[in-house]
């Protein structure tokens, strides 16, 4: 599948980004899924300005740095060390080092963010590790089972995006981690958190 | 800022655990004097931070730092999280990943 076909938006802690398999320069994959664009919260860690780009790293306390760049200098202005920020980009590696082209970076104002998006990363983790290991019943069932989706927060045709907790578990009845992912799924589907 | 070590999620009763390491963590200022900070964890343990915070304090503090002892904290960054922050949710994500989930964080 071409990694341009299939449009991702995971959400990654840094220990996760640090672990992200490759089978090139541009094809990133984490847990079976291949990787589009990631969403990242830590602490800006240091800064520095440059004549055709800036670039900051990025802490989110689970591993040292991250270096991040950002083709609009004059956003930094609004940014200070130790400020936590959410910022989403595209995983690039070059020459083995790996950083992340950001194209949208904000500050975080509610704390509650940053559990959020820690919560949110051990979800998308466990959607896409459990509904592709499958259940033994499921995938003998069906001799042609349909391809399972990655979690995507980007809705598609195929798989729009779901707020209510209808059909995301279709193996629930044999499915011992049942409870905990619809603990999760209902803490994700608060109000504040949508 | 010291960003040197990995540092992990804990509450009450993980800090204990993990004494001599690098630990985050969230409470609810109690109390504070010069030179360290009284406050409650996510799961109603009170715990000492000791260090310079800042000023003035909000209800709900990130500390980050070197745990000491199963109640105290020797804090190097501290963070105002504000009045409206979810302790329970906080507390939830401690057991997580310090749990099942621990590969996605160390």
């Given at each position: 599948m071409n990694n341009r076909d299939v449009r991702t938006l995971l959400p990654l802690t840094l220990k996760q980004l640090n672990s992200v398999s490759t089978n090139g320069e541009s094809n990133f994959s984490i847990d079976g899924v291949d990787i589009n664009t990631v969403a990242i919260v830590g602490r800006v860690a240091r800064m520095e300005n440059r004549i055709t780009q800036a670039a900051l790293n990025v802490s989110d306390?689970?591993?040292?740095v991250k270096k991040l760049k950002k083709w609009?200098?004059?956003?930094?202005?609004c940014y200070r060390l130790g400020m936590y920020v959410r910022l989403h980009g595209h995983l690039k590696s070059f020459q083995g080092k790996r950083s992340v082209n950001v194209f949208s970076i904000r500050p975080v104002t509610d704390f509650n963010e940053i559990v959020h998006h820690f919560t949110e990363c051990i979800y998308v983790h466990m959607y896409n590790t459990k509904s592709r290991g499958g259940s033994v019943t499921q995938a003998t069932a069906t001799a042609t089972a349909r391809p399972q989706m990655p979690y995507s927060t980007m809705p598609t045709p195929a798989n729009p995006y779901q707020t209510?907790?209808?059909?995301?578990?279709?193996?629930q009845f044999n499915d011992p981690m049942h409870g905990v992912k619809q603990a999760v799924i209902n803490y994700l589907n608060q109000p504040m958190h949508l | 800022m010291d960003t040197s070590s990995p540092s992990a999620f804990v509450n009450g009763a993980l800090l204990g655990r993990l004494a001599g390491r690098k630990v985050r963590t969230v409470v609810q200022v109690i109390g504070s004097e010069i030179g360290s900070v009284v406050g409650k964890t996510t799961d109603d343990v009170q715990i000492f931070v000791r260090g310079s915070s800042p000023a003035p304090l909000t209800t709900y503090v990130e500390v980050i730092g070197?745990?000491?002892?199963?109640n105290s904290i020797r804090a190097e960054t501290w963070t105002n999280f504000g009045n409206t922050f979810d302790p329970q949710n906080f507390n939830e994500l401690c057991k997580l990943a310090n749990g099942e989930f621990k590969h996605l964080f160390m």
């Amino acid at each position: 599948m071409n990694n341009r076909d299939v449009r991702t938006l995971l959400p990654l802690t840094l220990k996760q980004l640090n672990s992200v398999s490759t089978n090139g320069e541009s094809n990133f994959s984490i847990d079976g899924v291949d990787i589009n664009t990631v969403a990242i919260v830590g602490r800006v860690a240091r800064m520095e300005n440059r004549i055709t780009q800036a670039a900051l790293n990025v802490s989110d306390g689970v591993m040292n740095v991250k270096k991040l760049k950002k083709w609009k200098q004059s956003v930094y202005i609004c940014y200070r060390l130790g400020m936590y920020v959410r910022l989403h980009g595209h995983l690039k590696s070059f020459q083995g080092k790996r950083s992340v082209n950001v194209f949208s970076i904000r500050p975080v104002t509610d704390f509650n963010e940053i559990v959020h998006h820690f919560t949110e990363c051990i979800y998308v983790h466990m959607y896409n590790t459990k509904s592709r290991g499958g259940s033994v019943t499921q995938a003998t069932a069906t001799a042609t089972a349909r391809p399972q989706m990655p979690y995507s927060t980007m809705p598609t045709p195929a798989n729009p995006y779901q707020t209510g907790p209808s059909n995301q578990f279709p193996n629930q009845f044999n499915d011992p981690m049942h409870g905990v992912k619809q603990a999760v799924i209902n803490y994700l589907n608060q109000p504040m958190h949508l | 800022m010291d960003t040197s070590s990995p540092s992990a999620f804990v509450n009450g009763a993980l800090l204990g655990r993990l004494a001599g390491r690098k630990v985050r963590t969230v409470v609810q200022v109690i109390g504070s004097e010069i030179g360290s900070v009284v406050g409650k964890t996510t799961d109603d343990v009170q715990i000492f931070v000791r260090g310079s915070s800042p000023a003035p304090l909000t209800t709900y503090v990130e500390v980050i730092g070197i745990a000491e002892s199963d109640n105290s904290i020797r804090a190097e960054t501290w963070t105002n999280f504000g009045n409206t922050f979810d302790p329970q949710n906080f507390n939830e994500l401690c057991k997580l990943a310090n749990g099942e989930f621990k590969h996605l964080f160390m």
